[in-house]
């Protein structure tokens, strides 16, 4: 695991990396190919050489999991992720954090009550309303949260009702498009966090 600074988290932990959605604006895919991590990101890889990290840190603390990957990213085996999920509920001094851009799939699991499931969008459109429908109506009453991380465009229409938190993030790297100040005003939520990266456009 490593350390992060991360709004949301104390650390990440990555036993997958690797995502086959391929997202244009992916960090994730940016930092792989800039270290050369031994993958071409395309294809999700299991790292249970990783499993045993959360038991290590004896003190509570927040951990995003699968930074690295999307855990039900095509290409992610179920065994994989039960197995994640034995450590999540053997580390109950921990709240684990899942992120995942096809959050329908959090009904066909078992979570924990020390989980909080998310997903992401980045701009309002029919596809990632969805997104927060399929949240909501998983079956799963855990804390949920939302990451509008890369903000591409205004939000005014879309419904963050029955979110527990919302995080807005800025678009980073080459080409990055720069969020108009009437975009991140157009969201609205009792509980939203800006990220450092976007709160010098407000």
């Given amino acids: 695991m490593n350390k992060s600074t991360i709004e949301f988290c104390h650390y990440t932990w990555n036993p997958i990396v690797g995502c086959s959605f391929h997202c244009p604006y992916c960090y994730a895919r940016r930092f792989n190919n800039r270290f050369n991590a031994g993958s071409d990101f ?4 299991f790292h249970p050489e990783r499993l045993g990290d959360p038991s290590k840190v004896k003190k509570g603390s927040e951990i995003f999991v699968c930074s690295m990957a999307d855990i ?12 994640i999920l ?22 066909n699991f078992d979570f924990p009550s020390n989980v909080w499931i998310g997903t992401s969008v980045s701009k309002d459109t029919l596809s990632q309303r969805q997104r927060l429908t399929d ?3 998983c079956g799963c009453k855990h804390t949920s949260f939302v990451l509008v991380e890369p903000l591409l465009g205004n939000m ?25 100040r009437r975009w991140i005003t157009s969201i609205k939520h009792p509980n939203i966090v800006l990220k450092e990266n976007i709160k010098k456009y407000l």
């Fill in 42 to 45: 395309n294809t999700p890889v």
């Fill in 72 to 83: 039900f990213s095509y290409g992610v085996e179920v065994s994989w992720v039960e197995q």
């Fill in 86 to 107: 034995k450590v999540v509920r053997e580390n109950p001094h921990h709240t684990f954090k899942f992120l995942s851009k096809a959050p329908i799939s959090y009904r």
């Fill in 135 to 137: 949240l909501l109506s």
């Fill in 156 to 180: 005014t229409y879309m419904d963050f009702t029955g979110v527990d938190f919302v995080y807005v993030g800025a678009q980073t790297g080459p080409g990055s498009i720069k969020p108009d």
